[in-house]
């Protein structure tokens, strides 16, 4: 079947514009990630979801940064007035099984590049 | 929070040549630790991972051995090829009553050269 898929893979914004970035993830997976990976370094937890609800917004840099997943499968990760240091590589993964279940792969999608402006 | 160090940020290789590439973690909770590497451009993808009840793992020419009580993995390969050239990441993270986000190391670029 289809791996992660996101869209668009490459994004260019003035500063001050706001973004929206879209992650499907494996059919049947629930849980949903979202790293950031700034150039040269590798990814940061930006936040989790099982299925439509957002477990863990600790990786947030700023409350510009909004992510949702309402009907447990498809994800939007929204940035509000965009600035220069919001630039990188925005991954999501996904993965099958729940919390307390048994070590699980995360997949990953091929990422959306934001340049900002 | 979990900390994660990699070492070195750069490896060079002859081919066929072993290549090691080590990494620290700070959290003694950490139960799952994934190797992933990314080519220029693409996506990660796991290459082969190691739990903290096992302190060896193998797969064809890439290995995995995992010190508890140090708090430290390592990644090797052997009979190094070009086509191994990439950047490689190593992650911890805990799988329980958690879900398992997980934490990277900075990268290792590794160039194998005919």
């Known amino acids: 079947g289809a791996g992660v898929s996101q869209s668009p893979r490459y994004k260019v914004a003035k500063r001050g514009q706001d973004v929206a970035l879209r992650c499907d993830p494996i059919?049947?997976?629930?849980?949903l990630f979202w790293y950031q990976q700034a150039l040269g370094q590798g990814p940061e937890f930006l936040t989790y979801?099982?299925?439509?609800?957002?477990?863990?917004k600790s990786g947030l840099p700023s409350d510009r940064f909004f992510a949702e997943r309402p009907e447990g499968s498809v994800s939007t990760l929204k940035i509000q007035r965009t600035q220069q240091e919001d630039s990188a590589v925005y991954l999501c993964?996904?993965?099958?099984?729940?919390?307390?279940?048994?070590?699980?792969?995360?997949?990953f999608g091929p990422g959306t590049r934001l340049t900002v402006l | 929070g979990e900390n994660v160090e990699q070492h070195p940020s750069t490896l060079s290789v002859q081919e066929g040549d072993s290549a090691v590439i080590k990494c620290t973690y700070s959290?003694?909770?950490?139960?799952?630790f994934p190797w992933y590497k990314q080519e220029l451009g693409k996506r990660p993808q796991l290459i082969i991972d190691?739990?903290?009840?096992?302190g060896e793992k193998k797969d064809q020419r890439i290995a995995v051995t995992l010190n508890k009580t140090a708090k430290h993995f390592s990644l090797h390969i052997t009979e190094t090829q070009p086509e191994d050239s990439a950047v490689y990441f190593c992650?911890?993270?805990?799988?329980?009553?958690?879900?398992?986000?997980?934490?990277f190391g900075q990268g290792t670029i590794l160039t194998v050269h005919p």
């Open positions: 993964a996904s993965s099958l099984v729940l919390a307390g279940g048994s070590y699980n792969e995360q997949f």
């Open positions: 059919s049947g997976h629930v849980s």
């Open positions: 979801f099982q299925n439509e609800a957002q477990l863990d």
């Open positions: 959290d003694s909770a950490s139960n799952y």
């Open positions: 190691i739990r903290s009840n096992v």
């Open positions: 992650a911890a993270s805990y799988w329980g009553t958690s879900y398992g986000k997980l934490t």
